[in-house]
């Protein structure tokens, strides 16, 4: 069984593959929105499942406290919820074309590091956070 991990970006998507039956994750790389469909249709095909990281299931932040500025603010605020509408649009296209799906909230605070990735996944090659958000997602299924 397949399972496809993604941590959706407006620019590259995070995805990764895992293989439960060989328990290790097969594919890790960043990929374009269409790239991405790509890969869901090639899960599908296999009988795999989809799992979306969906951070807009979060608590509205408060983005403004943070950033420093109004207009830092503004502009994390604008790439968050641009990073959102690329999950929804991913949740949409697998509920149109019936492939199976989760959407799960993000792990607060635990960011997936590589020394988890190198232990638990079999994947020896270079990876960046979002790679290891969606790796995180399916590792171990």
């Not at 909230?105 to 590091?113: A, I, S, Y």
Request: overall charge positive; some cysteine.
């Amino acid at each position: 069984m397949l399972y496809l991990g993604i941590d959706p970006d407006l620019e590259k998507n995070g995805v990764a593959i895992w293989d439960s039956k060989a328990r290790k994750i097969i594919e890790l790389k960043c990929q374009d929105f269409f790239d991405t469909i790509n890969t869901i249709v090639k899960v599908k095909r296999a009988g795999g499942t989809v799992i979306i990281e969906g951070g807009w299931l979060n608590a509205p932040g408060n983005f403004h406290k943070f950033a420093g500025s109004a207009a830092a603010g503004e502009k994390i605020a604008k790439n968050v919820g641009e990073n959102h509408a690329i999950g929804k649009l991913l949740e949409a296209y697998c509920k149109k074309f019936n492939v199976p799906y989760l959407v799960v909230k993000p792990k607060k605070g635990n960011k997936t590091t590589n020394d988890l990735i190198f232990k638990n996944s079999g994947w020896e090659g270079r990876s960046n956070q979002e790679m290891r958000d969606a790796a995180g997602l399916v590792i171990g299924k």
